[in-house]
Nanobody
Framework: QVQLVESGGGSVQPGESLRLSCAASGSIVSIPAMGWYRQAPGKQRELITSITSGVINYADDVKGRFTISKENAKNTGYLQMNSLKPEDTAVYSC??????????????WGQGTLVTVSS
C-alpha cells in the first residue's frame, strides 16, 4: 500500500520559517509529480506549488517565500516556507503522482498538517 505522510507543521510567529516534509512509502518506482495544497479556515483548498518532471510552479502569494523540492532517493518532498505571514495559516497537504512496481499510476494524498502563524 502506497501512502504519503506529512510532518513539520506547527505554530510560529510572523516572519519565521517552517519546513514541511512529505514522505512516500510502499512499492514505489518513481514520483514524477508532487504538489502542495493548503486550505485556510473557511476557504477552499488551493494549490500553492508543484513540481512535475522538474518543472516548478508557485502561486503568486507564496512566490519568493516558499520553495518546493524533492529528494528522489528518499521518496520525500519538502516545502520550505520562509517569511511566514498570518494569512499562511492553513492545513497543508501534499499530493503526489506515484508509479508503483506494478506500473500503476496512483494519485495519493497525505493526511495534512496544520501550520499556524500568529503573534
Amino acid at each position: 500500500q502506497v501512502q504519503l505522510v506529512e510532518s513539520g507543521g506547527g505554530s510560529v510567529q510572523p516572519g519565521e520559517s517552517l519546513r514541511l516534509s512529505c514522505a512516500a512509502s510502499g512499492s514505489i518506482v518513481s514520483i514524477p509529480a508532487m504538489g502542495w495544497y493548503r486550505q485556510a479556515p473557511g476557504k477552499q483548498r488551493e494549490l500553492i506549488t508543484s513540481i512535475t518532471s522538474g518543472v516548478i510552479n508557485y502561486a503568486d502569494d507564496v512566490k519568493g517565500r516558499f520553495t518546493i523540492s524533492k529528494e528522489n532517493a528518499k521518496n520525500t518532498g519538502y516545502l520550505q516556507m520562509n517569511s511566514l505571514k498570518p494569512e499562511d495559516t492553513a492545513v497543508y497537504s501534499c499530493q503526489a503522482t506515484i508509479i508503483t512496481d506494478t506500473r500503476r499510476f496512483l494519485e495519493v494524498w497525505g493526511q495534512g498538517t496544520l501550520v499556524t502563524v500568529s503573534s
